[in-house]
């Protein structure tokens, strides 16, 4: 069986900005999913976690990926089943579909020998989430492709900073194309909206600094604000701020939501020794913990 895993993915700053050509700051961590082909004639996605099984085309980021390869290239678009092992929460901004979308390609590549770039997988993604969410950045894909840390959309690799992630899961799904429409609105609504978009921008580049020199308790204050300024786009909610709340209580430099919000993850940035506090505290708030690092590897074949 030909395989291929791809990486989740944190924003440190810059989520929903970064749709209005803002600066972002994004990083691969070590929650993967892996896909792997073999022949069959079921034409099947098989889900390891829950043992389901479903039809190429009820898989939405699937049949999109196998579309848009087929149009490109000479495969046959079935007789082979995927299989998909994922540590990753799905709808929980941590990139979960990208990282389905990344590894598939990689996998049909693999298998087919179609000895696809990296630049091109990551832009085949990209157009992937672009026709299934109606908007997407390219960051979820690039990041996913190849690893470490980036500021987007411009693709600069920054440092990989020596730390430690605690998510805070609220475990409540949030749709990413909702609230970028919601961002959309409020900016129509409100000339002042792109002030505070500027500012995520503008803090941006200022934490692109504290990456260069390895400043976690800076780079997590601004995570802080960044936070802060999502709330006043209107994408936080209650479970989040409670999480991030607990997180800075239990001594993380700094937390925020991730993503598009709404629902979804927080994340917080510390020292290993301050885990399981703030896991502990993230739990007693009713959420779910995970501890992740940054990782540099991107998709792997
Ligand atoms: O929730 P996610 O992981 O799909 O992230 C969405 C990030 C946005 O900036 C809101 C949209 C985008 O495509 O960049």
Do not use: W
């Not at 579909?97 to 997988?121: D, M, P, Q, Y």
């Amino acid at each position: 069986m030909t395989q291929a895993s791809a990486p989740g993915k944190v924003y440190f700053f810059g989520e929903h900005a970064v749709v209005y050509g803002k600066p972002a700051i994004a990083c691969a961590i070590d929650l993967r999913t892996n896909v792997g082909v073999k022949s069959s004639r079921d034409d099947s996605v098989y889900f390891v976690s829950n043992r389901k099984k479903i039809h190429i085309q009820r898989s939405p980021y699937i049949h999109e990926t196998l579309k848009i390869l087929s149009e490109n290239y000479d495969i046959p678009l079935s007789g082979f089943r995927l299989i998909i092992k994922s540590t990753l929460p799905k709808a929980s901004g941590l990139g979960s579909s990208a990282a389905l979308v990344i590894a598939t390609i990689g996998a049909i590549s693999e298998e087919f020998g179609l000895n696809i770039s990296r630049e091109h997988i990551a832009s085949i993604g990209h157009e992937v989430e672009k026709n299934v969410q109606g908007r997407a950045s390219p960051t979820d894909t690039y990041i996913s492709t190849f690893g470490g840390v980036y500021r987007m959309p411009d693709k600069v690799r920054l440092p990989t900073p020596q730390l430690t992630f605690v998510i805070g899961d609220t475990k409540t799904s949030s749709s990413t194309k909702e609230l970028v429409e919601h961002v959309a609105n409020l900016r129509q609504r409100y000339g002042f909206v792109d002030n505070i978009i500027n500012a995520i921008g503008e803090l941006c580049r200022e934490g692109e600094r504290y990456f260069v020199k390895g400043d976690v308790e800076r780079i997590g204050e601004l995570m802080l604000m960044n936070h802060s300024l999502l709330e006043v786009l209107g994408v936080g909610s209650r479970k989040l701020r409670k999480l991030v709340d607990a997180a800075m209580e239990g001594g993380a430099y700094g937390a925020k939501l991730t993503g598009a919000g709404g629902g979804g993850c927080i994340i917080s940035i510390t020292c290993e020794d301050r885990v399981d506090e703030i896991s502990d505290r993230i739990k007693r708030c009713g959420g779910r913990a995970y501890v992740v690092h940054p990782t540099d590897e991107g998709l792997v074949l």
